[in-house]
């Protein structure tokens, strides 16, 4: 009991600090005039009250967070957040249920990219500026901001990064401060996602459009301002910059700090994940635009080129945005982009799914393991970037992976069960626990997920959350051992 009192006091901080994220919309609401304003401030008073009033009925229980208290409080934050923000959606949006708001912002906070609304070119410009930020603020974690400002109000952060943050190892860090490690990570963050905001308005967007879709590539949450995407602006400049944004957000941000602190792009090498990663989307755009061409999609080679690179950037780094409908190419196509959003994403990267690090490591241990059957004594450590890995690694990477394919096949006979075809129920899965937008079949980047019924809804929020929050993180609080003292 005195465990959840904890998380709750600590909750109710974070709640506070969430409620400063209203001031954003507000201030588009009044720069609109689009008549969304009271509706946020109230939004904000609430969320603070509620806030203010669980720390306040908990204040005895203040105290350092344990490893425990960590996946307890992740696992609530990522939960309660979501809650809070379907406030202004609720308010403003007529005939909205709550699962569908629900819906909305989880898929917001999870950066996956999946909607339920349509008319999205009509919504006030405050909602649109409040769903991306939901994508902005959920890319790099607002756990990692609460590692920054927790301590602040005495309340540690360690256990916080330990368990949000995505990959397998999870103890290397920038600096020696926890702390300095979060606010360097959200410098770098902000500082490229003013780049963006800045390329996509060069390249034709007004402001508008260019913040709300930097948001978007940079968290990889592909929310859009328009029903039709980036379809809507039919313009390869702007493609072509956020083709490059959301390269850099799959990539690990760690990586980012380093050649921006030691002013060398050499360090881009010896990211073995992120030359990885760029090695295969690359290889993967010239191999589908070929295929589309081939097969008669485009009449050209480098019309092809143009949608199958910007397409399979999007859905392979988890963003999710779209240019075209790749429901309808040859079905090899969007499932191969749909593999790629398993696999492709670094590790401290935005995105979601296996990650590549856990790739590598899969692919060496596979290696490993024929040798050993050719030389049983043998002594082959794994080494990755000229750094062994420990077993102890491999095997955590065996049971995660072990557990999201069972995790995907649970959910997608959940979603079959429920009378959803399998194509759209797989896809739909994939897509969630990948945290990558959108599906194929009657969740394709044409339709949204405002087809589902209210059972596949929770079905689907449930694989958004276990893919953010890595699936450890969500099942171990299942578990016997988990709550025993």
């Not at 906070?109 to 009509?122: F, N, R, V, W």
């Not at 390329?199 to 402001?207: E, I, R, T």
């Not at 029903?227 to 490059?244: K, R, T």
Request: net charge neutral; charged share 10%; proline share 4%.
């Amino acid at each position: 009991m005195q465990r959840a009192l904890t998380v709750i006091h600590a909750l109710g901080l974070m709640l506070v600090v969430f409620s400063i994220t209203y001031l954003m919309p507000i201030a588009a609401s009044l720069v609109y005039n689009d008549g969304t304003m009271i509706d946020f401030v109230l939004a904000m008073l609430w969320t603070a009250a509620f806030g203010i009033l669980m720390w306040l009925l908990t204040r005895r229980y203040k105290g350092e967070l344990s490893i425990r208290h960590g996946y307890l409080l992740v696992v609530a934050m990522w939960t309660a957040m979501p809650a809070v923000a379907t406030l202004p959606l609720l308010l403003v949006i007529d005939g909205l249920s709550f699962t569908d708001a629900y819906f909305e912002t989880m898929s917001g906070l999870t950066t996956t990219g999946a909607t339920i609304l349509t008319g999205l070119d009509h919504l006030p410009p405050a909602i649109n500026i409040w769903r991306h930020e939901l994508n902005w603020i959920g890319g790099l974690g607002i756990i990692v901001l609460a590692v920054a400002i927790l301590p602040l109000l005495g309340v540690g952060g360690r256990q916080l990064f330990k368990a949000e943050t995505p990959g397998p190892m999870k103890d290397s860090a920038l600096t020696p401060r926890i702390t300095e490690t979060a606010r360097n990570l959200w410098l770098v963050y902000l500082g490229i996602t003013l780049a963006c905001i800045a390329s996509l308005k060069l390249a034709g967007m007004n402001w508008l459009d260019a913040i709300c879709h930097a948001f978007a590539a940079m968290g990889l949450g592909g929310f859009s301002t328009h029903d039709a995407s980036v379809g809507y602006f039919n313009s390869p400049a702007i493609e072509m910059v956020l083709i490059v944004f959301m390269l850099l957000a799959a990539m690990n941000f760690a990586t980012h700090f380093l050649v921006w602190r030691k002013k060398s792009l050499k360090l881009y090498l010896h990211d073995t994940e992120g030359v990885a990663t760029v090695a295969l989307v690359l290889a993967s755009c010239a191999g589908i635009a070929v295929f589309l061409w081939w097969k008669g999609v485009y009449p050209d080679f480098w019309t092809a080129l143009r949608y199958a690179s910007f397409n399979l950037v999007s859905l392979a780094t988890d963003c999710g945005l779209a240019s075209a409908d790749f429901n309808q190419w040859p079905v090899f196509a969007p499932l191969w982009m749909l593999f790629l959003s398993c696999i492709t994403a670094s590790s401290g990267s935005t995105g979601g799914g296996i990650k590549m690090i856990r790739t590598i490591i899969l692919f060496k241990q596979a290696g490993r393991e024929f040798l050993k059957l050719l030389h049983p004594s043998a002594v082959n450590p794994m080494k990755i970037g000229g750094q062994v890995i420990p077993n102890n690694i491999v095997f955590s990477v065996l049971g995660f992976v072990f557990l999201y394919f069972m995790s995907v096949v649970t959910l997608t006979f959940a979603l079959v069960i429920s009378g959803l075809d399998f194509l759209s129920s797989f896809s739909a899965v994939i897509a969630c626990i990948n945290n990558a937008g959108p599906g194929l079949g009657v969740v394709g980047p044409a339709s949204n997920f405002g087809v589902l019924t209210d059972f596949q809804t929770w079905v689907c929020i449930l694989a958004m959350l276990l893919g953010r929050l890595e699936i450890f993180t969500v099942l171990i609080l299942f578990t016997p051992h988990f709550w025993k003292r």
